[in-house]
């Protein structure tokens, strides 16, 4: 079965994105398993692939597409959709440029599909640990550094450009001084934190929304069990004979949103692509709706006394 694909507004060749990517971030960190898995996955049909500077998967990611085309299970890098993301030590407008150019030769790519703002902060150049100190957190010039991002895509490094865990007041700051607007903004979404609102703006303004954590980052260390476990979930998920994930996948792309899904096992990535060939009956959309709602991932670690941000609530703009 094949992933279905969406139309980018602001790509510069015109390329489709397939609504569901594989992700590489990994705590821990396995390589010869997420070399396995993509290798796998590439087999099964995914051809959207998600990785970041921060993950530090772009280089397994690289050398899994150069083994894929070697075996012959990819025809060409053409076949694919790479998405990598901009860390904030990066996110300074003279940076930018050089960073995906770093990303480039870890992927051992010409270039990306999509590149994007990994979150609307900025901090010290060149460090990479995370959490980074709290003293070392900046405000991003949100002017300065999309304009180098639209300029990596003038020339060609990438195809795309949009920006990730960018709240709707975020989005409006980039979109009143971009000459090329953010394409995708990847945010957590699931049925237990639906964002409604956002879906709502980056629709009226051509955006792409993207979810990470489709299914809740059950097991990770700031993920829940609230999704997996939740019973309406459950209960739709009985009816329509699927799996819960399934189910919470399915209910993302018929928000006309896309997705990134994350395993290393085989079964999961193919029960994973078995959800474009069925519908969610208008109940369980019902059900689904009244689902109480909790963000996740608040990053506490990105606010502080003396930062941009000095609560939760201003990180988030109220989206809480």
């Known amino acids: 079965m094949s992933i279905p694909e969406v139309k980018l507004a602001s790509s510069s060749d ?8 594989l992700g590489t971030a990994a705590d821990p960190f396995d390589e010869s398993a997420m070399r396995a898995a ?74 990306l599909d999509l590149y994007l703002v990994h979150w609307p902060i900025s901090s010290k ?15 991003m010039d ?8 639209e300029e990596c895509q003038r020339l060609g490094l990438t195809k795309s450009i949009g920006v990730s865990n960018f709240s709707c007041k975020k989005l409006d700051i980039i979109l009143s001084s971009a000459t090329i607007p953010p394409s995708v903004n990847q945010v957590e ?6 964002q409604k609102k956002l879906i709502e703006f980056c ?11 489709p299914l809740g980052a059950k097991g990770a260390n700031w993920g829940s069990n609230l999704v997996m476990d939740n019973e309406i979930l459950k209960e739709v998920a009985k009816a329509h004979g699927k799996t819960v994930a399934q189910v919470a996948l ?65 990180l988030w703009d109220g989206e809480l």
């Open 250 to 314: 399915r209910w993302i792309i018929e928000q006309g949103t896309t997705l990134v899904v994350k395993s290393y096992k085989k079964e999961r990535l193919k029960e994973n692509m078995e959800i474009f060939d069925w519908t969610l009956s208008q109940e369980a959309i019902d059900k689904i709706n009244q689902i109480p709602q909790q963000r996740f991932m608040l990053k506490e670690e990105f606010v502080s006394p003396d930062g941009p941000f000095k609560s939760i609530e201003e």
């Open 14 to 21: 015109q390329r489709n994105m397939p609504v569901m990517a």
């Open 189 to 194: 979404l699931n049925p237990v934190w639906q």
């Open 38 to 111: 993509i290798l796998d996955a590439i087999r099964l049909g995914y051809r959207h692939f998600d990785t970041a500077a921060m993950y530090g998967s772009e280089n397994v990611l690289g050398e899994a597409i150069i083994e894929a085309l070697k075996l012959g299970v990819l025809g060409s890098r053409n076949e694919l959709f790479i998405t990598s993301k901009l860390w904030t030590s990066d996110a300074h407008a003279h940076l930018v440029g050089t960073a995906l150019k770093k990303s480039l030769r870890n992927l051992q790519l010409d270039y």
């Open 203 to 213: 629709r009226r303004h051509s955006i792409i929304v993207t979810a990470f954590s």
């Open 142 to 149: 949100f002017k300065a550094v999309w304009a180098a991002m």
């Open 125 to 139: 150049p060149g460090r990479y640990d995370y959490p980074m100190p709290k003293e070392e957190l900046q405000a």
